[in-house]
């Protein structure tokens, strides 16, 4: 019987795969990466711990050229410096401060300003001989107003609760000269417009216990010149302003006109704010 003629054999065709397991080739000339040193620190944070200016200013001196390390220029975005390295700020040496933080329940008659003459004094009579470092009140309070005021070197902590964008709570006790309607009351919880800007209110109420011309006030407002504004909006004078709660810190066993250190926990609370 007559073989059937077939067809050319089909060949298989093998695909080598390449092997993933290879590693990236290392580009030449290029750098290994420098192991951390124990307490190096970023040179932005270096400055801004000497007390001259914020990280945000000091990456402006940095990309400028007016930052030196060891007598070299520095532009580098998060240059490290090291124990023992000399940085030159605009012709300066700095010596980084310990961060301090000083809470002090401010009595009347003293202000934060230091240009209103000679008849009040400047709260930083206060807190003299609690650090040696060069400190400053976050925020600002008039001669009239008590309570917490925080005094600090950390001048990024300055600018953080300064800023309109801050979260933090405050709690006011104000004494107004007649007692709070109550609708007014209601008007001041639903929030208002002052000087074409929201304000908005965390909380209002009439303190227990007391005239309802004691009033308790909750805002993230870091100007007290709008407490005093809220309630002028509606006819009321303001008698007295007593801060009672600044960002979770209370006045619990700091009498007035006295201050203290703050604890390592609160000092956390606050940066977490």
Not at 23 to 38: D, I, T
Not at 82 to 94: C, E, H, R, S, T
Not at 204 to 222: D, H, N, P
Request: proline share 4%.
């Amino acid at each position: 019987m007559q073989k059937r003629a077939q067809g050319p054999k089909k060949v298989k065709t093998i695909v080598k795969v390449a092997d993933t397991t290879d590693k990236v080739e290392k580009k030449p000339n290029q750098a290994p990466k420098r192991p951390k040193v124990k307490d190096e620190i970023r040179l932005n944070k270096y400055i801004s711990n000497s007390g001259v200016c914020s990280r945000r200013d000091a990456d402006i001196y940095i990309q400028s050229g007016n930052v030196k390390v060891n007598g070299i220029p520095v532009v580098e975005m998060g240059y490290m410096v090291k124990p023992g390295d000399v940085v030159n700020f605009d012709g300066a040496v700095l010596t980084p401060e310990k961060k301090e933080y000083i809470l002090l329940n401010k009595p009347k008659n003293f202000t934060t300003a230091l240009d209103e003459g000679q008849e009040f004094r400047n709260v930083l009579e206060l807190v003299k001989g609690s650090t040696t470092a060069k400190i400053g009140a976050v925020g600002r309070m008039d001669k009239n107003t008590t309570g917490l005021l925080l005094f600090t070197n950390d001048t990024d902590m300055i600018r953080k609760f300064t800023l309109p964008t801050n979260k933090s709570s405050k709690i006011y006790q104000v004494s107004l000269d007649k007692n709070l309607k109550f609708e007014d009351l209601e008007k001041i919880q639903k929030g208002l417009v002052l000087d074409g800007h929201r304000v908005f209110v965390e909380d209002v109420s009439y303190i227990e216990g007391e005239a309802k011309s004691e009033i308790g006030l909750k805002l993230r407002s870091a100007n007290v010149k709008v407490v005093r504004s809220i309630f002028e909006n509606f006819g009321y004078d303001v008698l007295r302003i007593d801060r009672v709660a600044f960002a979770g810190l209370t006045k619990k066993n700091l009498p007035r006109g006295n201050w203290r250190h703050l604890t390592e926990q609160e000092i956390i609370n606050l940066k977490n704010v």
